[in-house]
Structure formats: structure tokens, C-alpha cells
């Protein structure tokens, strides 16, 4: 089976340019987690989905920030404009919603913003 | 809340040498499961294990151990006779057992294996 498929898998922009990250949740996970990942402070979690709803999205750093998931296999997170210090991975995981389970994550999206 | 604690940044060994990598975790469940995940170069994190909090029997699973110790709030991983292939950094998170079920995930440990 097909794990959770992220992309692009890197990307590089411009001060000020929007970028849109996808990501694929395996099929049948009904949760879905955007998490950002850096040296200085590890894995954030941006916002998660239940069932497509997004359920907490206090992680989300600024207005410039946004998530949906128009479905259960398909969800972008949106970064406009954006600035060099978004530069980070990205990544997407999935699972069944209120599973104590592992996540399962992407292999991430590596945003460098000049 | 909870929060995970991964001291250790980096740490840097010859091949064949153990090495331990320390999490210490605070929570204020009773129940709660923590987790190890390898993230290798190439980014994706892998599931290594999983503990819930009313099992402190230590595991094996060959190279690897771990030591869940619920009196010092810790849960450290070994990895014997240590090879290349097991550079990588290595992430320790604790999942509450009720609420979100959301995981606090620590810093991480990046681990250099020399040969």
C-alpha cells in the first residue's frame, strides 16, 4: 500500500511568492497532521484534520498560514507570501482518528525561501 | 501539557561502539504511550517502537533496545555494536492516552556513526 505522498519534495522561492505543499493521506487514515520541522525547535504541529475538519490550528504562525483538506484524500497547506524564515520541512502524516497508534508520516517538503 | 525532553543534540561514534540516546518526558496522564521514530537522510520518519505506560518491561529487537524507567520519566534507547546505516537522527514522542491522542515529539538526537 501507499504511504502518505508529499509534494514537491523540495522547493525553492522567493521572498514574497506563495507556496502551496500537498500531501496524500493513506487511504482510509481519517487524520491528518501538517507539522514543520526545524533544527532549533523539532516538529511543530501546524493544525490537524479529523474527518476533513480541521480541529486545532493553533500552530499556525501567522495569518500568511493556511490548510485545507476538500477531501479525504487530498489536503494543501498555503504559505502567502512568504518569507525566509518559513524555510523548514514540512510534513504531512496520517492515521485513524483517536488512535494512540504511530503516525505515518511523508517524507516531507523542503521549502528554502530566498 | 506535555513535553519531551531529548537532551543530546548530537552524538558522534565509531562503528561497533553502543551508544544511548536519552528521553525524558513530562506528563501528567497516567496513562500514556511513548514512541521511537528514525528520520534517515532521506527525511521520512519511521516507526521504531511503541510503549504504553503500564508496561516498563524493557525491549529487544535485535541491535536495538529500549529502557522505559516510569521513575525517572524516562524511556532511552540503546543501539549495540552501532553500524553506519544507523545514522540518522532519532525523534522520542509521548501520545496522552486521552483527549486528541495528539504526540509531543522531542527535538531529536542526530547520530553520526564513523566508520
Known amino acids: 500500500d501507499a504511504g502518505v505522498i508529499q509534494s514537491p519534495r523540495h522547493e525553492v522561492t522567493e521572498m514574497g511568492q506563495e507556496v502551496t505543499l500537498r500531501c496524500k493521506p493513506i487511504s482510509g487514515h481519517n487524520s491528518l497532521f501538517w507539522y514543520r520541522q526545524t533544527m532549533m525547535r523539532g516538529l511543530e504541529l501546524l493544525i490537524y484534520f479529523n474527518n476533513n475538519v480541521p480541529i486545532d490550528d493553533s500552530g499556525m504562525p501567522e495569518d500568511r498560514f493556511s490548510a485545507k483538506m476538500p477531501n479525504a484524500s487530498f489536503s494543501t497547506l498555503k504559505i502567502q507570501p512568504s518569507e525566509p524564515r518559513d524555510s523548514a520541512v514540512y510534513f504531512c502524516a496520517s492515521r485513524y482518528v483517536d488512535s494512540t497508534g504511530e503516525l505515518f508520516f511523508g517524507e516531507g517538503s523542503r521549502l528554502t525561501v530566498l | 501539557a506535555q513535553k519531551v525532553t531529548q537532551a543530546q543534540t548530537e552524538i558522534s561514534v565509531v562503528e561497533k561502539e553502543d551508544v544511548t540516546l536519552d528521553c525524558v518526558y513530562e506528563t501528567r496522564d497516567t496513562t500514556y504511550y511513548l514512541f521511537w521514530y528514525k528520520q534517515p537522510p532521506s527525511g521520512e520518519l519511521v516507526f521504531l517502537i511503541r510503549?504504553?505506560?503500564?508496561?516498563?518491561q524493557n525491549e529487544i529487537s535485535g541491535r536495538y533496545s529500549w529502557n522505559f524507567q516510569k521513575s525517572t520519566s524516562s524511556f532511552n534507547f540503546t543501539i549495540t555494536a552501532s553500524q553506519v546505516v544507523d545514522s540518522a537522527v532519532y525523534v522520542c514522542a509521548l501520545t496522552p492516552s486521552g483527549g486528541s491522542y495528539i504526540p509531543t515529539f522531542g527535538r531529536g538526537t542526530s547520530l553520526i556513526v564513523h566508520p
Open positions: 510503549r504504553n505506560s503500564f508496561d516498563e
